[in-house]
């Protein structure tokens, strides 16, 4: 069974002020981010009746997501530090 997708509070803003722009076809812009049309109309519903209370807890806010993937960056990084010192070790004991 596939895994229920989960959109961020921004993701969710964003995409209800697109399908608000004038001359916006709600089809297309639910195609373009890959979400049923239908969920954009549950959004703008639930964004007008809740405004600053909506999308609470749904998805992973922006800057988490960001400190997140530093995180995995940092230890990336040091990895790939740590693999290169130990090939030019090996290389030199090897010569």
């Known amino acids: 069974m596939a895994q229920r997708r989960k959109f961020s509070e921004e993701f969710k803003r964003e995409a209800v002020g ?3 722009l004038p001359c916006a076809n709600v089809s297309q812009i639910a195609q373009d981010l890959g979400v049923g049309a239908n969920l954009l109309w549950r959004w703008r519903r ?3 009746k809740h405004c600053k209370k909506s999308f609470v807890g749904a998805g992973v806010a922006r800057d ?3 400190l997140a993937l530093k995180r995995q960056s940092a230890r990336v990084t040091k990895a790939r530090d740590f693999l290169r010192d130990a090939a030019a070790f090996f290389a030199k004991e090897s010569s």
């Open 18 to 20: 697109l399908i608000r």
């Open 46 to 48: 639930e964004l007008d």
């Open 64 to 66: 988490e997501e960001i």
